[in-house]
């Protein structure tokens, strides 16, 4: 007979708990922004797109290069291909990453007068920007009141009895719900709270100021 797999099952956050957890995030990640480097809403978007399933400091590598031979929709909508893949080449997914942008500035140009459009369901009709994406430019862009759920975000949400969901998607409802507001900051606090300290490898938990809410140790993937 086969054996059945035990699954472990996590202790939500009470409402007492989720506002102190709140509280804590703010505190210790008052004024937290986004680690890509950008000057405009072109660049930051970008940058956000490319940061799908890469590093922040790797986009951070690529993007000034391309930004100098790309500085706009107009120039990157009329890009070669090739050349586009030659500045994203270390940058994961690079071959759909350049179709993207480059069909991502054409629709700029052909939908939107050559002005990056500053509201989510706009945003998402562009060629590879899906909600994460839209949110996250809209969050950093505009302090809008939105959650966005990366892999960080993910893992520490259940870490710490906010979620249990098995999408991003669904955490990410379920984060908004829950917290209702200061999300802009919240999402930037989780991300950096889930890549330098809750680590989905060896969580630095010793003297961790989550520590009385942390439901588990186990290590979540999105």
Known sequence: ???TKKVLKIKKATKKEIEEIKSIFLEN?????TELEYRNLYELLISVMLSAQCT???VNIITPALFEA???PISLANADLDQVKSYLNTCSFFNNKAKNLIKMAQSVIENYENEIPLERDELVKLAGVGQKTANVVMIEYAGAN???VDTHVYRVAHRLGLSDAKTAIKCEEELSKKFKTDLHLL???MVLFGRYKCKALKPECEGCFMEAHCKTTQTFKV
């Open 1 to 3: 007979m086969a054996k």
């Open 70 to 72: 790309y500085p706009d």
């Open 29 to 33: 990640y008052p004024d937290s922004v």
């Open 56 to 58: 922040d400091k790797r």
């Open 187 to 189: 999402h930037q606090a």
């Open 146 to 148: 939105l959650m966005a």
